[in-house]
């Protein structure tokens, strides 16, 4: 079993392929990477570019692309060679382009994969196998090349070259996530090619398609249990990113190997940590056969796979709608299903359907809404309100499922737990249906006004056990955040997180009061309940000195209707402005006239782990915030210097933070210049717009970008 340092349980490091790169569809997948501290291996070619080559990519002549590398290089990931340009070269133009890659990084390449069918490739082609070359030589016969870098009367020969400057070659890829399975001897040097000093495997992963079929969860899982080592070799420009976002199933996976306790480093550093723990260069002829026999193994079986896919693929595309981006065909019709939000509401219809709309998306809300309507440019279809649960869940349901395959959506969006049993049948239709979870549903149950306290664990139960088995069965799942996320990562494989930030623009008053003119008053705006603290809040307005004549101004809506007669007998109820529910410019125009927000929800088990909108909203505003020191908040509102965190549950703590900032303008004032910046940087919907219109593009339009089944890149 491997050991690695700082007692490490894996390793893991990346080989990208340069080819197809530019900075523009590699940066962000390096940025993530960064990120969450993995140093991978960037190849690269040092000479220029040929536009007439049969697979282009910017090469360290281009100023912005040697800017970029160079960047990368500073930041700890290693720069590799992919031959010295994306043609055929003589050796004269591999001799200079050696000494152009050290001009400008520095030093020679460490690294080297050789590049499909150029000519002076390093034992290609026949020459790279003993036993399987003729079967080799039989699958590649229809277009057989000749591969002379090892030649030494060939004008393409460099093998002296190499020999001298590189000190690691790739070779074989395996469809095999750990290598120690399959060459427990790499780095290894074969003496029957001797211009290599030491030559390494990797694993299959060409493009985001088979980079996420290598690291699925089970194959992090085995990882880490066998102790294993993986070079991961893709082309990061294949697929990887979308209009300038990561492929949310590529960021998921990478996070999540990143959380396990791997060691991430270059290709080099892993090579020359193995190659100190062996103290030998030798390998049995018995494990190189073994490699050879399964890489063909693997290479037949891509190709059966290859074919079986596109012949299922060819009767499903005839004549089915194409994606909103697909040129010349109508754009893909979308159906966002809710019976318990409105019409309009910010989050699915303002935000979601309004974003995809722009995108070129026909979007189409059905709802509850009393009659057909638009928001924007997202026609509402109107069934009518219910006359109660059971009846929204019976005969109202029935009403929308007919109206749903009425509607004959490409996808269908659903927003609330009740409408999974649609959303299954949807499923069963061959509908590509998407689950959008805004809350941790079974951890609601627990404060249900209207269900018996003790059946509420029963009841918690079974609802998680149906949520689940709903879930493993969806075309896809949105979560609102990051913590719901985690409970459905491993059960449906394309999850994706789409935060519900503030737009920037949306809550930004028009006109803000100067925060000297500004009365004395701090704001809460949401649902309005006892678990989210309506009683503290009252009761700290009365700790409240009467000569500062604060007011609460309070807006929303009661989720138990008996809650509002029972406040209004308070005598705290005095300091309440009470607004009733606003629209979005009567919130922003609120939010320009107080001094802060307010956000004291219980520390209940849904609660703890939510990012509340109110919360981005009061930092949109540019107004500080007063939130409950959850540890999940403490993160976002210290990490912005936007707020005072205070306990939930102790009115006079959260009095005494009330007072503060209303009596010091200065501190206050910088507070919220400070949210409002971090949301604008970070917190805002522009970002999670990129992630949900890259997971649509996704689920209406996927492709596996090529990688051949028998080819010369692997």
Same mark, same amino acid.
């Given at each position: 079993?491997?050991?690695?340092?700082?007692?490490?349980?894996?390793?893991?490091?990346?080989?990208?392929?340069?080819?197809?790169?530019?900075?523009?569809?590699?940066?962000?997948?390096?940025?993530?990477?960064?990120?969450?501290?993995?140093?991978?291996?960037?190849?690269?070619?040092?000479?220029?570019?040929?536009?007439?080559?049969?697979?282009?990519?910017?090469?360290?002549?281009?100023?912005?692309?040697?800017?970029?590398?160079?960047?990368?290089?500073?930041?700890?990931?290693?720069?590799?060679?992919?031959?010295?340009?994306?043609?055929?070269?003589?050796?004269?133009?591999?001799?200079?382009?050696?000494?152009?890659?050290?001009?400008?990084?520095?030093?020679?390449?460490?690294?080297?994969?050789?590049?499909?069918?150029?000519?002076?490739?390093?034992?290609?082609?026949?020459?790279?196998?003993?036993?399987?070359?003729?079967?080799?030589?039989?699958?590649?016969?229809?277009?057989?090349?000749?591969?002379?870098?090892?030649?030494?009367?060939?004008?393409?020969?460099?093998?002296?070259?190499?020999?001298?400057?590189?000190?690691?070659?790739?070779?074989?890829?395996?469809?095999?996530?750990?290598?120690?399975?399959?060459?427990?001897?790499?780095?290894?040097?074969?003496?029957?090619?001797?211009?290599?000093?030491?030559?390494?495997?990797?694993?299959?992963?060409?493009?985001?398609?088979?980079?996420?079929?290598?690291?699925?969860?089970?194959?992090?899982?085995?990882?880490?249990?066998?102790?294993?080592?993986?070079?991961?070799?893709?082309?990061?420009?294949?697929?990887?990113?979308?209009?300038?976002?990561?492929?949310?199933?590529?960021?998921?996976?990478? $996070?999540? &190997?990143? +959380?396990? %306790? =791997?060691? !991430?480093?270059? #290709?080099?550093?892993? *090579?020359?940590?193995?190659?100190?723990?062996?103290?030998?260069?030798?390998?049995?002829?018995?494990?190189?056969?073994?490699?050879?026999?399964?890489?063909?193994?693997?290479?037949?079986?891509?190709?059966?796979?290859?074919?079986?896919?596109?012949?299922?693929?060819?009767?499903?595309?005839?004549?089915?709608?194409?994606?909103?981006?697909?040129?010349?065909?109508?754009?893909?019709?979308?159906?966002?299903?809710?019976?318990?939000?409105?019409?309009?509401?910010?989050?699915?219809?303002?935000?979601?359907?309004?974003?995809?709309?722009?995108?070129?998306?026909?979007?189409?809300?059905?709802?509850?809404?009393?009659?057909?309507?638009?928001?924007?440019?997202?026609?509402? $279809?109107? &069934?009518? +309100?219910? %006359? =109660?649960? !059971?009846?929204? #869940?019976?005969?109202? *349901?029935?009403?929308?499922?007919?109206?749903?395959?009425?509607?004959?959506?490409?996808?269908?969006?659903?927003?609330?737990?009740?409408?999974?049993?649609?959303?299954?049948?949807?499923?069963?239709?061959?509908?590509?249906?998407?689950?959008?979870?805004?809350?941790?549903?079974?951890?609601?149950?627990?404060?249900?006004?209207?269900?018996?306290?003790?059946?509420?664990?029963?009841?918690?139960?079974?609802?998680?056990?149906?949520?689940?088995?709903?879930?493993?069965?969806?075309?896809?799942?949105?979560?609102?955040?990051?913590?719901?996320?985690?409970?459905?990562?491993?059960?449906?494989?394309?999850?994706?997180?789409?935060?519900?930030?503030?737009?920037?623009?949306?809550?930004?008053?028009?006109?803000?009061?100067?925060?000297?003119?500004?009365?004395?008053?701090?704001?809460?705006?949401?649902?309005?309940?006892?678990?989210?603290?309506?009683?503290?809040?009252?009761?700290?307005?009365?700790?409240?000195?009467?000569?500062?004549?604060?007011?609460?101004?309070?807006?929303?809506?009661?989720?138990?209707?008996?809650l509002y007669p029972e406040l209004q007998h308070l005598p705290e109820w005095a300091s309440v402005k009470w607004r009733g529910l606003l629209d979005r410019p009567q919130i922003a125009e609120l939010l320009g006239s107080v001094r802060a927000g307010l956000v004291v929800l219980h520390p209940e088990s849904n609660f703890l782990t939510s990012q509340p909108t109110k919360l981005f909203e009061y930092m949109a505003a540019g107004v500080p915030v007063v939130a409950s020191d959850f540890p999940?908040?403490?993160?976002?509102?210290?990490?912005?210097?936007?707020?005072?965190?205070?306990?939930?549950?102790?009115?006079?703590?959260?009095?005494?933070?009330?007072?503060?900032?209303?009596?010091?303008?200065?501190?206050?004032?910088?507070?919220?210049?400070?949210?409002?910046?971090?949301?604008?940087?970070?917190?805002?919907?522009?970002?999670?717009?990129?992630?949900?219109?890259?997971?649509?593009?996704?689920?209406?339009?996927?492709?596996?970008?090529?990688?051949?089944?028998?080819?010369?890149?692997?």
């Amino acid at each position: 079993m491997n050991t690695f340092p700082g007692s490490a349980k894996f390793a893991f490091s990346i080989f990208d392929d340069t080819d197809l790169s530019t900075v523009e569809n590699v940066a962000p997948i390096y940025s993530l990477l960064s990120e969450i501290g993995m140093r991978t291996t960037k190849s690269v070619w040092p000479l220029a570019s040929v536009a007439e080559a049969h697979v282009g990519g910017a090469s360290l002549q281009n100023p912005e692309y040697l800017s970029f590398v160079l960047g990368l290089k500073r930041t700890g990931f290693e720069i590799a060679l992919h031959n010295v340009r994306n043609t055929c070269s003589a050796r004269s133009e591999i001799e200079a382009g050696l000494d152009e890659f050290n001009r400008l990084i520095g030093h020679d390449p460490r690294v080297h994969a050789n590049h499909a069918g150029n000519r002076e490739n390093l034992y290609w082609g026949p020459a790279r196998f003993s036993v399987v070359a003729p079967f080799y030589r039989a699958m590649t016969s229809l277009h057989h090349r000749q591969f002379e870098g090892h030649v030494e009367n060939s004008s393409y020969f460099w093998g002296d070259l190499c020999r001298q400057r590189i000190d690691y070659v790739r070779n074989l890829v395996f469809r095999e996530i750990n290598l120690e399975r399959i060459n427990p001897s790499m780095p290894y040097h074969d003496e029957r090619r001797p211009f290599v000093n030491m030559w390494f495997s990797s694993s299959d992963a060409s493009d985001q398609t088979t980079f996420c079929e290598l690291l699925s969860e089970a194959n992090q899982d085995r990882l880490e249990e066998e102790h294993g080592i993986c070079i991961a070799y893709t082309h990061l420009a294949c697929g990887f990113v979308n209009e300038g976002v990561v492929h949310p199933r590529v960021e998921y996976l990478l $996070r999540r &190997l990143a +959380r396990k %306790g =791997g060691w !991430f480093v270059p #290709v080099s550093s892993l *090579l020359d940590f193995l190659r100190q723990q062996h103290q030998t260069a030798s390998i049995s002829m018995a494990e190189l056969e073994a490699m050879e026999r399964r890489w063909l193994f693997d290479r037949m079986a891509g190709t059966v796979q290859h074919a079986v896919s596109k012949w299922r693929a060819y009767p499903k595309a005839k004549g089915h709608r194409a994606s909103a981006n697909h040129k010349g065909s109508p754009p893909a019709r979308v159906v966002h299903i809710t019976s318990v939000h409105p019409g309009c509401d910010v989050r699915i219809f303002v935000k979601e359907c309004q974003s995809l709309a722009r995108a070129g998306y026909e979007v189409i809300g059905l709802t509850n809404d009393q009659q057909d309507a638009h928001c924007g440019d997202v026609r509402i $279809r109107g &069934l009518g +309100r219910s %006359g =109660g649960r !059971f009846q929204r #869940v019976t005969t109202k *349901l029935l009403k929308m499922a007919r109206e749903a395959f009425r509607m004959n959506g490409d996808v269908y969006h659903i927003h609330d737990p009740e409408l999974l049993l649609l959303a299954l049948l949807l499923r069963a239709r061959k509908k590509c249906v998407i689950y959008d979870v805004h809350e941790d549903l079974p951890s609601t149950i627990l404060y249900k006004h209207y269900i018996p306290a003790r059946i509420r664990f029963p009841i918690m139960g079974v609802v998680d056990f149906l949520e689940t088995a709903a879930a493993r069965l969806m075309s896809g799942v949105v979560t609102a955040t990051p913590s719901i996320a985690e409970r459905f990562q491993n059960l449906n494989r394309n999850c994706v997180v789409v935060n519900n930030f503030p737009d920037l623009s949306e809550l930004a008053p028009v006109q803000p009061l100067l925060w000297s003119h500004r009365p004395m008053s701090v704001a809460y705006i949401g649902g309005i309940a006892e678990e989210r603290g309506i009683h503290e809040l009252l009761a700290a307005m009365g700790y409240l000195p009467k000569s500062l004549q604060a007011k609460l101004e309070l807006a929303g809506w009661f989720q138990d209707q008996a809650l509002y007669p029972e406040l209004q007998h308070l005598p705290e109820w005095a300091s309440v402005k009470w607004r009733g529910l606003l629209d979005r410019p009567q919130i922003a125009e609120l939010l320009g006239s107080v001094r802060a927000g307010l956000v004291v929800l219980h520390p209940e088990s849904n609660f703890l782990t939510s990012q509340p909108t109110k919360l981005f909203e009061y930092m949109a505003a540019g107004v500080p915030v007063v939130a409950s020191d959850f540890p999940l908040w403490r993160d976002i509102i210290r990490g912005a210097g936007c707020g005072i965190l205070v306990d939930p549950r102790d009115p006079s703590a959260i009095a005494e933070v009330i007072r503060y900032l209303l009596t010091h303008d200065t501190e206050a004032e910088a507070m919220g210049r400070r949210g409002q910046q971090a949301v604008e940087e970070r917190f805002n919907w522009g970002r999670e717009e990129c992630k949900l219109l890259a997971f649509y593009g996704s689920m209406t339009h996927p492709r596996r970008v090529g990688s051949a089944a028998i080819g010369e890149s692997c």
